[in-house]
């Protein structure tokens, strides 16, 4: 079995301590840091959505998986340039205004960030006109809306017909998620799409 396969293991295992450990040992080795992420961390992380998707995995060795790969990462990240650092794209996120939800939230976040990701987390009970300025500012790719009550749902609307009032939809795709949405939602109020769990977000902003 390669080092890189190993990491791999290690990352699927949601071992933080020893993905910590090998990744400062292969550094030490004089391993390559982007062969480490591209090779070791990032493929782990890959399988473990796989297996979560085919029910073998459930959110919490999910979450501990996306925990130890970040260990890694943030070894690994003072050591690149910042050119070098891959991304796969930016992401702005947050639970819409009047919702105070985020455990949804913050396992897209891990999930995505593990995946190369960058994501600009907005928090919880996020105003409209606080994602407008975000998107703005930060020019993502993808623009994520939490909602786990009936009785919020109406902010994501309110946050789509923002977007394109300030016509900022143009290379920005909305996609929303929590319990009381759905696809059929996300087509009613103009958004992107919809994504059930966050490895789906995941797959999706990919």
């Not at 990744?23 to 480490?36: F, Y």
């Not at 992380?45 to 260990?71: C, D, H, T, W, Y």
């Not at 409209?128 to 994501?156: I, N, R, W, Y």
């Amino acid at each position: 079995m390669s080092k890189y396969q190993e990491l791999a293991d290690v990352v699927i295992k949601g071992d933080i301590p020893k993905v910590k450990e090998m990744t400062q040992k292969l550094i030490d080795a004089g391993e390559e840091p982007l062969a480490l992420i591209n090779e070791g961390l990032i493929p782990g992380i890959n399988e473990v959505g796989v297996r979560f998707k085919e029910g073998e995995l459930f959110v919490p060795e999910m979450m501990r998986s996306a925990q130890a790969m970040k260990g890694g990462v943030e070894l690994l990240k003072p050591l690149m340039a910042a050119e070098s650092m891959p991304t796969a794209g930016k992401v702005v996120i947050g639970t819409v205004k009047g919702d105070l939800h985020d455990i949804g939230k913050n396992l897209v976040i891990m999930m995505l960030e593990s995946s190369g990701f960058s994501v600009v987390d907005l928090g919880v009970d996020v105003p409209v006109d606080k994602f407008v300025q975000a998107v703005k500012e930060h020019s993502p790719q993808v623009v994520g809306l939490s909602a786990l009550l009936t009785t919020t749902m109406p902010e994501m609307k309110n946050v789509v017909t923002a977007l394109d009032r300030e016509n900022l939809r143009a290379g920005v795709k909305i996609l929303i998620g929590g319990a009381p949405v759905s696809s059929e939602y996300a087509d009613e109020i103009g958004a992107d799409g919809y994504a059930a769990d966050a490895v789906v977000a995941t797959d999706m902003c990919k």
